[in-house]
């Protein structure tokens, strides 16, 4: 099968996940839900509010698309387009685009619900696909930096050490402006937004390696871009977002040093990802490992601890509503029992 054709088949794939998406909004709350995606009160909100709600605005989305689509074109010129065919880099990118909307929504779709409003997804997913330029930037000064000071072979090794750090930091700090809606409950939302923001970024960074270092039909090399780095970037994040959805949830307002806790968690995972993924590449050039064994291993580890996690948010949060409900002298099934008269009312 042509890539072309490929492409195609993932575009209508993405597509049709994006109709089943807003449709599930439409029939959980119905026509609100969807004004809600495309047209977000913005009045009387907070400060802090304020900020969140320019980020899951639309007009959020639109600008960050049409930078990184600047980025995206500036970088086709810097590359020789004879050798990368048209129809290999459509399906590269539909691929890394698929992924990157997938794996959020797997998560969205799985909370429930207790899931956030959909615009929450597509306004993590931005932030990210922003943080990701930003990030690089301040990788490629670094990287120039500690070459002139330390040397070429230091340089780069402080540079794997400080880029998770630098990373995570940018990545974090967009899961806690968006933490200040008043939608940001909890570590189920704190998991959601910051999958979201993680795979945003691991999108970009994607397609800067597609076009500049993965050569024309290496699948394996696409698949494990496309599928395992932006796991590996959503799981980082998402662990941090849960630890700073517990915080939010047990201190309403934390203080500046309570909020650099799920910034180091985060930091740290992506850090100990870094170092395993050396060890890999170590193992697999003298001989001594056929497959990149650890760093997999840990994705997969992260992966079950996001899940984990959800589960156990999931049900604490449905304790914590019903005793909710149960102080106010309401019936925890008391949704359920008023839909069942509003269809006998229908009838």
């Not at 050039?285 to 064994?293: E, M, Q, T």
């Not at 156990?312 to 008023?338: I, P, Q, T």
């Amino acid at each position: 099968m042509a890539y072309l054709e490929l492409a195609v088949w993932l575009f209508a794939a993405t597509a049709i996940m994006m109709v089943l998406a807003l449709y599930t909004a439409l029939h959980k709350k119905g026509w609100l839900a969807i004004v809600d995606v495309f047209m977000p009160e913005m009045r009387g909100l907070t400060p802090s509010s304020e900020v969140a709600a320019i980020i899951v605005h639309p007009l959020f989305w639109i600008t960050c698309v049409g930078i990184v689509t600047f980025f995206t074109i500036s970088l086709m010129f810097t590359i020789d387009l004879t050798k990368v065919g048209y129809e290999w880099l459509a399906f590269s990118f539909s691929l890394v685009i698929f992924f990157a909307l997938f794996d959020p929504m797997v998560i969205w779709f799985s909370e429930g619900k207790y899931r956030e409003p959909l615009r929450f997804v597509f306004g993590a997913l931005s932030y990210g696909m922003l943080c990701a330029l930003v990030a690089f930037f301040f990788n490629s000064m670094a990287s120039l930096l500690l070459n002139e000071e330390f040397g070429p072979k230091m340089g780069v090794l402080m540079l794997i050490a400080a880029a998770p750090v630098i990373e995570e930091v940018l990545k974090m700090f967009g899961v806690i402006l968006l933490s200040g809606h008043k939608n940001f409950r909890g570590p189920l939302d704190g998991i959601l937004i910051g999958f979201s923001v993680g795979a945003g970024f691991a999108m970009v960074e994607n397609i800067f390696y597609i076009s500049t270092k993965i050569p024309e039909n290496s699948i394996e090399l696409l698949l494990f871009r496309a599928l395992y780095n932006t796991l590996a970037h959503g799981a980082f994040t998402a662990i941090g977002g849960a630890v700073l959805g517990k915080i939010k949830q047990d201190f309403k307002k934390p203080n500046l040093l309570l909020l650099t806790v799920p910034v180091l968690v985060a930091a740290l995972t992506h850090t100990a990802f870094n170092v395993l993924a050396i060890v890999d590449i170590v193992g697999v050039n003298s001989l001594v490992l056929s497959y990149y064994i650890f760093s997999p291993a840990m994705v997969v580890a992260l992966l079950i601890i996001v899940a984990i996690l959800i589960f156990y948010n999931w049900s604490d949060r449905k304790k914590r509503m019903n005793k909710e409900l149960a102080e106010l002298g309401v019936d925890a099934n008391f949704d359920k029992e008023f839909a069942k008269l509003k269809k006998k009312a229908n009838k």
